[in-house]
């Protein structure tokens, strides 16, 4: 079992930044692949990024150029830094944990934590 929890969600303004973290605990040694997905009110839940073990990574088109995943190993910690946020990011966003194979899986989810930007 792995055991994910975020930080780092709020209130911002448009163009302003925000920092997730997503701590993980348990069966670390297992974890291959850790990501981001979000889901806004009334929308399907999206996947916004991840990073394999090998240090691959996909953004969603939507999020290119803005956002980077990133990760701290010793500290069994994932990042995803938000910049020049838009009210469309709007959403709560959900830590996750898996694996890669063409397409990512992911088998553990965090509690999710709520991004706000206002306009």
């Known amino acids: 079992q792995v055991q994910l929890v975020e930080s780092g969600g709020g209130l911002v303004q448009a163009g302003g930044s925000l920092r997730l973290s997503c701590a993980a605990s348990g069966s670390i040694f297992s974890i291959d692949t850790m990501g981001w997905y979000r889901q806004a009110p009334g929308k399907q839940r999206e996947l916004v990024a991840f990073l394999t073990s090998g240090g691959y990574t996909r953004y969603a088109e939507s999020v290119k150029g803005r956002f980077t995943i990133s990760r701290d190993n010793a500290k069994n910690t994932v990042y995803l830094q938000m910049n020049s946020l838009k009210p469309e990011d709007t959403a709560v966003y959900y830590c996750?944990?898996?694996?890669?194979?063409?397409?990512?899986?992911?088998?553990?989810w965090g509690q999710g934590t709520q991004v706000t930007v206002s306009s």
């Open positions: 996750n944990s898996g694996y890669y194979a063409g397409i990512y899986i992911a088998n553990y």
